[in-house]
């Protein structure tokens, strides 16, 4: 199986701040990975997938990058609505998901 | 518009079994993969399988071989979920998610998802 290790857990900014969030895997996923956003009470939001592309209606804000075992999603500048948890997932070899990073108020 | 519109929350014995339904519409639903992710309080998501429009194809995790079946009643556009011999560890919110694509072979990234069904396992 897969290993996707996030980081950093958690992660404190204030609006308007760069938020760049860490995802690692524990063999190539060549550009198979995608990264959703969940805030509370409700399913993940597909926001980017294979690595770097944005999924429909997600503002461009929000990019992606990284190829083999080391990607990075990134928040230009955070809006009160970004506050949620990030998950990293790959498609490589069946799917598996990180254990998440928490965007929280400063 | 896209809805995925599932079961109610269900509370089972251990050993027992629960048949989760997922309910599509705004689309057509014989041109779309349908997955099932699970995630437990305060953790990451976990994938359980996969079935293919017509229904007749399914793979699932490793982890759940032998006691998860998926199935498709495609006259109600609707998925269902099955899970044997439950357990505590099995206590989660349950949801199935469309895949990305319209094709034979899906992309597996997961576009829509459902509102969600918890299940809780306690004697």
């Known amino acids: 199986e897969i290993v996707l290790t996030q980081s950093p857990a958690t992660l404190s900014l204030s609006p308007g701040e760069r938020a760049t969030l860490s995802c690692r895997a524990s063999q190539s996923v060549s550009n198979y990975l995608a990264w959703y956003q969940q805030k509370p009470g409700q399913a993940p939001r597909l926001l980017i997938f294979?690595?770097?592309y944005r999924a429909t209606g997600i503002p461009a804000r929000f990019s992606g990058s990284g190829s083999g075992t080391d990607f990075t999603l990134t928040i230009s500048s955070v809006e009160p609505e970004d506050f949620a948890v990030y998950y990293c997932?790959?498609?490589?070899?069946?799917?598996?998901f990180g254990g998440g990073t928490k965007v929280e108020i400063k | 518009q896209v809805q995925l519109v599932q079961s109610g929350a269900e509370v089972k014995k251990p050993g027992a079994s629960v048949k989760v339904s997922c309910k599509a519409s705004g689309y057509t639903f014989t041109n779309y993969h349908m997955h099932w992710v699970r995630q437990a309080p305060g953790q990451g998501p976990e994938w359980l399988g996969i079935i293919n429009p017509s229904g007749d194809v399914t793979t699932y995790a490793q982890k759940f071989q032998g006691r998860i079946t998926v199935t498709t009643d495609t006259s109600t556009s609707t998925v269902y979920m099955e899970l044997s011999s439950l357990t505590s560890e099995d206590t989660a919110f349950y949801y199935c998610a469309r895949d990305i694509v319209s094709n034979r072979m899906p992309l597996n990234y997961l576009d829509r998802w459902g509102q969600g069904t918890l299940v809780t396992v306690s004697s």
């Open positions: 294979d690595a770097s």
């Open positions: 997932q790959q498609r490589s070899k069946f799917l598996t």
